[in-house]
């Protein structure tokens, strides 16, 4: 179920499985900094720390990109991993949106899709959010996500991180 989404699909996105040859369309989605400003990881918008983020989502159980249906760009990312039968979770996150896309209802109509679709499988979706990513955590507070807990977890440089983790076990309406 999490190794493998073939394609969701909202009123004016598309979510499919990630492939390698996705990564320059990626790349210029996520090659603005502001992107990655309150990301523990902020080099990622530069080449060098892009190719390790993608390197790292392509090896996810279910690395995931997201179109918008009108343009058919690449307008981001976002992947399913960590899936635990035994605990009956799925965690979601190594997402990004174009800042364009950002303040309106972009994230809200793709969380729904994920997290809706998860929770078929699931009891509960898991969110990882660096706790100074201030935008992240309100945008995972605003689909009804809630606060869990903290954990640490060593990033893709290999430098220990902190995580504020967030639980989601109803669907979105």
């Avoid at 399913?80 to 174009?98: A, K, T």
Wanted: net charge positive; hydrophobic share 40%.
């Amino acid at each position: 179920m999490f190794t493998k989404v073939d394609k969701l699909e909202t009123e004016r996105y598309l979510v499919r499985s990630l492939l390698a040859s996705d990564y320059d369309a990626l790349y210029r989605a996520a090659s603005d900094p502001a992107i990655w400003a309150m990301h523990s990881e902020v080099y990622r918008y530069q080449k060098e720390g892009f190719r390790i983020y993608f390197d790292k989502i392509m090896s996810l159980e279910a690395p995931l990109v997201i179109i918008d249906k009108a343009s058919s760009q690449i307008i981001g990312s976002s992947s399913f991993y960590d899936y635990s039968p035994n605990e009956n979770r799925v965690l979601l996150g190594y997402s990004f949106l174009e800042t364009k896309y950002w303040g309106g209802s972009t994230n809200l109509e793709i969380k729904r899709c994920l997290v809706n679709f998860a929770l078929r499988f699931v009891k509960t979706v898991e969110l990882e959010i660096s706790p100074n990513n201030l935008r992240s955590r309100r945008a995972a507070e605003k689909i009804g996500a809630v606060y869990d807990r903290h954990s640490e977890k060593v990033g893709l440089n290999g430098a220990k991180l902190e995580r504020c983790v967030y639980k989601i076990s109803d669907p979105i309406a």
